[in-house]
């Protein structure tokens, strides 16, 4: 009867795990995009942190030093390719309307475009802002995750090693592989 009853609190208990845990999930996943690029940032980023480290910087600062710096290696390019590209839409129009480029009915319709468009961004600034404030957010949110996977990343990988049921040399491997094919598609 004792053993009985064991069984079914440790059913009971699985059941309730599972069912919480896939409340949690279901809580994370508007931020799984987000959690994915912080992890990505942070395996990319392992490598300088460990550089960092036999250099004699604290781990704080290392892990800090790697954000800032994959921040900067990808708003930076990003936002040269944007204004690159506005500055050449800018350029183009300029020529189109000056006469020195085809005929007037191409001119005609960039500028009937140039108006559509602005008159959808006047009518969706408030969308807009929205969307720049929740990227903002999950910008803030990813480069938070990113600090702590790049400090922690080694303890937290010992510690799901150890939590999953696979065999610790199996997920050693998995890990290894996973953080392998990472950075083989982002270079």
């Known amino acids: 009867m004792l053993e009985c009853n064991n069984r079914f609190e440790d059913r009971a208990f699985l059941l309730l795990l599972a069912g919480v845990s896939l409340a949690f999930l279901w809580m994370l996943r508007p931020f799984f995009d987000v959690i994915f690029w912080g992890i990505v940032i942070a395996l990319l980023s392992t490598p300088v942190y460990d550089a960092l480290q036999r250099r004699s910087m604290g781990r704080n600062l290392a892990a800090l030093t790697c954000v800032i710096l994959s921040l900067v290696l990808i708003i930076v390019p990003c936002a040269y390719i944007f204004y690159t590209f506005i500055n050449e839409v800018a350029n183009l129009y300029g020529r189109l309307t000056s006469g020195g480029y085809g005929p007037e009915v191409i001119t005609q319709k960039l500028s009937e475009l140039a108006v559509k468009v602005s008159g959808l961004v006047a009518r969706n600034t408030v969308a807009l802002g929205g ?50 094919v990472l950075r083989a598609t982002v270079k």
């Open 131 to 180: 969307s720049t404030v929740n990227f903002l957010v999950d910008l803030c949110i990813m480069l938070y995750l990113a600090f702590f996977l790049v400090r922690d990343g080694k303890q937290l990988r010992v510690l799901l090693i150890r939590a999953l049921p696979f065999g610790d040399h199996r997920e050693d491997l998995l890990f290894a592989k996973f953080a392998e």
